[in-house]
């Protein structure tokens, strides 16, 4: 079966540099979720997206902003990294159907590091 | 603090063993939802609880959830090395727009 597919799986940027990571969904699911995960930390939830609009906020920084295309893909832009950026960033899609509760797939993940 | 911590954070045990995991929260919640990450990949879905049921079951995993106390376990039964991994339990308080993740708790099956 389809899961959710992430580019790149690995990225290194220096300081201050701009990284875009890409997320698509399993096919057919409506919702994206993208998280951070930092070393030996749990995920933390960034934002989400229902039908190419947000959805959720969590923590995430003002210099990060994500959008959900017209064909449900996702993209997590960072700008001006810092060193503190360096994590495992998840996204995780799910369909919402009535009556039923919401389970959420993950990708494999992109290893974010910061120089 | 967290919504969803986990119990124990570190847990040793032989092969063949049954292994518990605990998880509290501190809202009330949809659902609850198991996942396993071997280290530094992906998580990986286990199962999901609703906040009506009390029990499930998928393999040689069991859950409970127990509203009340706000809490849930996963039992592992007969448990292999490859079983190995990190457990997070995940909340969902808000019909799917977040999931809420507890500390994890890392288990090393010995052989």
């Known amino acids: 079966a389809a899961g959710v597919i992430q580019s790149p799986r690995h990225l290194i940027k220096e300081k201050r540099e701009t990284a875009t990571l890409k997320c698509y969904p399993i096919p057919r699911h409506d919702t994206v979720y993208w998280y951070q995960q930092g070393p030996g930390q749990d995920p933390q939830f960034l934002i989400s997206f229902y039908e190419k609009m947000q959805s959720d906020k969590g923590s995430i920084p003002d210099r990060f902003s994500a959008q959900q295309f017209s064909d449900y893909h996702s993209e997590l832009n960072m700008s001006s990294l810092e060193l503190g950026d360096s994590a495992l960033y998840f996204c995780?899609?799910?369909?919402?159907?009535?009556?039923?509760?919401?389970?959420?797939?993950f990708g494999q993940g992109t290893r974010l590091t910061v120089v | 603090s967290q919504q969803g911590e986990e119990d124990p954070q570190a847990l040793s045990i032989q092969e063949g063993e049954n292994a518990t995991m605990n998880c509290s929260y501190k809202?009330?919640?949809?659902?609850l939802q198991w996942y396993r990450q071997n280290s530094g990949r992906g998580l990986v879905h286990l199962i999901l609880i609703r906040s009506n049921e009390r029990e499930k079951h998928s393999g040689r995993l069991r859950v409970t959830l127990d509203t009340s106390k706000k809490s849930s376990s996963l039992l592992i039964t007969a448990s292999r090395a490859a079983d190995t991994a990190s457990y997070f339990c995940?909340?969902?308080?808000?019909?799917?727009?977040?999931?809420?993740f507890g500390p994890g708790t890392r288990l090393s099956v010995l052989p």
């Open positions: 995940a909340t969902d308080r808000n019909y799917g727009q977040n999931f809420v």
């Open positions: 995780a899609s799910s369909i919402a159907r009535t009556g039923y509760p919401t389970e959420a797939f």
């Open positions: 809202t009330s919640i949809n659902n």
